[in-house]
């Protein structure tokens, strides 16, 4: 039973993927089945004809205008030939019912039948596509001209499409710019950021003007937006800032230098999602050592969760002293605990380098930003659920490790939230950017993207290079970064390696390619060849000459590419 369900499954999908590829060659099959089921006569006809077009396209136009005129003449004389298609196929199921064959050898019945079989035939051979793309580079060929090229709108023509663009609203997604080609705007819609993009291009490439329309767009429509930037561009951020408070939305700024509110990575998710964001702000070499560091850690949260003890960066560091916990137990007559704590004590000697780190940072120059005992404090969680704008700016230049570390808590925070979407099965719309991300890169990045499409997160990963991927995480992290992302705003690549890489992200098409042998005496083409080839949809060249403001744009959903200049967006 099983296997015949199966079988017709199988042809059933054949059937439609054959339509889908080839819904020409499927039309004229069916046309010729209801040909040989309405006419017998006329089926003999229809099908050499089309084999002699397939043979000789050159055939088709001539046999198709003399059926054609053969038809016009019948109907125009039809006093002297009244007979019809309809008017003999009647006689000849007469003559079937009778048992005769002599219906064949009627001559009147073919002088009918061959206009009709002329004219269908040629018309059917037309309708089946044949590889004409040879054909016409030959034509092009012998004539001289070289291989049509598409043309870009000169400047006068595209100031006037960017100008355009400013009158346009887009409710259910970002606008980016226009078409160089056509001038038609482009568009990163919402169901398609959905499942992320990744936006890449050298210094100086316009790469931050494409970012500013997305963060512009989900500010106007009110959509929460968190924007970790891993360059710490404070112009930026007063950009952003000022975007906020003119469509009056709720603000929130954490920067390693200048004025900053304090942030507590901590305050969100269960005890255990705590520990794991704490676990991962570090590499173990051994596995051995990081399971105590997590047992560890787990039963430190979990003591500070039983007692209602929400605590910072700060205060996890004290509490992650055993003697803290001896004395929280001497508060609380709990024995329970002072037996726990002594339990811990005998473990400290094997996490004090993971103590010794959450320590480094709370002592550190910009240790103060993570007590939340003091002045305004930002709450991830809380600033989403407002549909706030949040920027963190990290400054790797000056805090080169803690910047790394900074934006990995981050990242795990962010998890956490999501999580709890996930299990709630809440999924509205939150814009996440991770500008320069090559900077925190990790799983854990991957790891959230992977996890937020349900949850409604639309990721944005910008980066200068897929170079500064790879030497992250190696080509892993770069294939995970290229399988996760399905749109692409590419801009001017200087290597090579990383123009030709997104060259085949992008992908080939069918080419062909023109060799000829040339005379040495008379310089003329004495013979040559020609024949089919793989070729760039966008060369490599190309990327590596894009201008300022000019991008390739990539849908891969509906496969779309065009060559865009961004918008510049306008900033109060």
Same mark, same amino acid.
């Given at each position: 039973?099983?296997?015949?369900?199966?079988?017709?499954?199988?042809?059933?999908?054949?059937?439609?993927?054959?339509?889908?590829?080839?819904?020409?060659?499927?039309?004229?099959?069916?046309?010729?089945?209801?040909?040989?089921?309405?006419?017998?006569?006329?089926?003999?006809?229809?099908?050499?004809?089309?084999?002699?077009?397939?043979?000789?396209?050159?055939?088709?136009?001539?046999?198709?205008?003399?059926?054609?005129?053969?038809?016009?003449?019948?109907?125009?004389?039809?006093?002297?030939?009244?007979?019809?298609?309809?008017?003999?196929?009647?006689?000849?199921?007469?003559?079937?019912?009778?048992?005769?064959?002599?219906?064949?050898?009627?001559?009147?019945?073919?002088?009918?039948?061959?206009?009709?079989?002329?004219?269908?035939?040629?018309?059917?051979?037309?309708?089946?596509?044949?590889?004409?793309?040879?054909?016409?580079?030959?034509?092009?060929?012998?004539?001289?001209?070289?291989?049509?090229?598409?043309?870009?709108?000169?400047?006068?023509?595209?100031?006037?499409?960017?100008?355009?663009?400013?009158?346009?609203?887009?409710?259910?997604?970002?606008?980016?710019?226009?078409?160089?080609?056509?001038?038609?705007?482009?568009?990163?819609?919402?169901?398609?950021?959905?499942?992320?993009?990744?936006?890449?291009?050298?210094?100086?490439?316009?790469?931050?003007?494409?970012?500013?329309?997305?963060?512009?767009?989900?500010?106007?429509?009110?959509?929460?937006?968190?924007?970790?930037?891993?360059?710490?561009?404070?112009?930026?951020?007063?950009?952003?800032?000022?975007?906020?408070?003119?469509?009056?939305?709720?603000?929130?700024?954490?920067?390693?230098?200048?004025?900053?509110? !304090?942030?507590?990575?901590?305050?969100?998710? /269960?005890?255990?999602?705590?520990?794991?964001?704490?676990?991962?702000?570090?590499?173990?070499?051994?596995?051995?050592?990081?399971?105590?560091?997590?047992?560890?850690?787990?039963?430190?949260?979990?003591?500070?969760?039983?007692?209602?003890? !929400?605590?910072?960066?700060?205060?996890? /560091?004290?509490?992650?002293?055993?003697?803290?916990?001896?004395?929280?137990?001497?508060?609380?007559?709990?024995?329970?605990?002072?037996?726990?704590?002594?339990?811990?004590?005998?473990?400290?000697?094997?996490?004090?380098?993971?103590?010794?780190?959450?320590?480094?940072?709370?002592?550190?120059?910009?240790?103060?930003?993570?007590?939340?005992?003091?002045?305004?404090?930002?709450?991830?969680?809380?600033?989403?659920?407002?549909?706030?704008?949040?920027?963190?700016?990290?400054?790797?230049?000056?805090?080169?490790?803690?910047?790394?570390?900074?934006?990995?808590?981050?990242?795990?925070?962010?998890?956490?939230?999501?999580? /709890?979407?996930?299990?709630?099965?809440?999924?509205?719309?939150?814009?996440?950017?991770?500008?320069?991300?090559?900077?925190?890169?990790?799983?854990?990045?991957?790891?959230?993207?992977?996890?937020?499409?349900?949850?409604?997160? !639309?990721?944005?990963?910008?980066?200068?290079?897929?170079?500064?991927?790879?030497?992250?995480?190696?080509?892993?992290?770069?294939?995970?970064?290229?399988?996760?992302?399905?749109?692409?705003?590419?801009?001017?690549?200087?290597?090579?390696?990383?123009?030709?890489?997104?060259?085949?992200?992008?992908?080939?098409?069918?080419?062909?390619?023109?060799?000829?042998?040339?005379?040495?005496?008379?310089?003329?083409?004495?013979?040559? /060849?020609?024949?089919?080839?793989?070729?760039?949809?966008?060369?490599?060249?190309?990327?590596?000459?894009?201008?300022?403001?000019?991008?390739?744009?990539?849908?891969?959903?509906?496969?779309?590419?065009?060559?865009?200049?961004?918008?510049?967006?306008?900033?109060?």
């Amino acid at each position: 039973m099983h296997s015949k369900l199966a079988t017709k499954n199988i042809h059933i999908d054949d059937i439609t993927q054959a339509m889908q590829q080839h819904p020409r060659v499927v039309l004229a099959v069916i046309i010729i089945f209801v040909m040989g089921c309405i006419s017998l006569p006329l089926f003999i006809i229809v099908v050499p004809v089309i084999l002699l077009c397939r043979l000789n396209m050159q055939l088709t136009t001539p046999l198709a205008a003399i059926g054609g005129l053969l038809v016009v003449f019948m109907w125009v004389t039809k006093g002297i030939i009244p007979l019809t298609l309809l008017h003999h196929q009647k006689l000849l199921l007469h003559e079937i019912m009778r048992g005769g064959v002599h219906f064949f050898t009627f001559p009147w019945v073919w002088l009918i039948v061959i206009p009709y079989g002329l004219l269908i035939g040629a018309l059917i051979g037309l309708l089946i596509p044949a590889d004409t793309t040879i054909r016409k580079a030959l034509k092009r060929v012998s004539r001289g001209e070289a291989q049509k090229k598409s043309t870009t709108l000169n400047e006068r023509q595209m100031h006037r499409a960017q100008t355009k663009l400013n009158a346009i609203e887009i409710c259910n997604g970002a606008l980016l710019g226009a078409d160089m080609e056509t001038g038609k705007p482009i568009i990163l819609y919402d169901k398609d950021a959905n499942l992320h993009t990744l936006a890449i291009g050298t210094t100086g490439c316009g790469k931050t003007t494409a970012l500013t329309n997305i963060v512009k767009s989900a500010i106007e429509r009110s959509i929460p937006l968190v924007y970790v930037d891993g360059k710490g561009d404070l112009e930026l951020l007063e950009n952003i800032r000022r975007l906020a408070d003119k469509h009056k939305r709720s603000f929130y700024a954490f920067s390693m230098v200048g004025e900053s509110m !304090h942030y507590n990575p901590i305050h969100f998710g /269960s005890y255990t999602s705590k520990k794991d964001r704490i676990i991962e702000l570090r590499t173990w070499s051994e596995d051995h050592y990081r399971k105590i560091a997590e047992g560890y850690l787990q039963t430190v949260f979990r003591i500070l969760n039983q007692y209602d003890i !929400h605590v910072d960066l700060k205060g996890l /560091s004290h509490y992650l002293e055993p003697a803290t916990l001896y004395q929280l137990a001497r508060e609380h007559e709990d024995q329970d605990l002072a037996n726990i704590a002594s339990k811990l004590e005998e473990r400290a000697k094997d996490v004090t380098s993971l103590i010794a780190e959450i320590a480094n940072i709370v002592d550190s120059e910009i240790g103060h930003l993570f007590d939340c005992a003091h002045g305004k404090v930002l709450q991830l969680y809380d600033a989403i659920n407002n549909a706030g704008v949040i920027y963190f700016c990290l400054t790797p230049l000056a805090f080169p490790a803690y910047a790394e570390t900074l934006g990995k808590l981050i990242i795990n925070d962010l998890k956490s939230i999501i999580a /709890s979407r996930l299990q709630e099965r809440v999924k509205s719309k939150l814009f996440t950017i991770f500008d320069e991300f090559s900077i925190f890169a990790g799983d854990q990045i991957i790891n959230l993207i992977n996890q937020g499409r349900g949850a409604g997160i !639309h990721a944005v990963l910008a980066t200068q290079s897929l170079s500064d991927i790879s030497k992250k995480g190696g080509d892993a992290l770069l294939g995970q970064v290229l399988n996760n992302t399905n749109n692409y705003i590419i801009m001017r690549q200087n290597h090579h390696n990383d123009a030709e890489m997104l060259a085949n992200v992008i992908g080939t098409k069918e080419d062909f390619q023109i060799t000829s042998q040339v005379s040495a005496y008379d310089a003329q083409s004495s013979s040559g /060849s020609i024949r089919k080839t793989k070729s760039f949809i966008i060369h490599p060249d190309e990327i590596k000459r894009l201008m300022l403001g000019e991008a390739i744009w990539v849908n891969k959903q509906s496969f779309n590419i065009q060559k865009a200049k961004i918008k510049c967006p306008t900033v109060p």
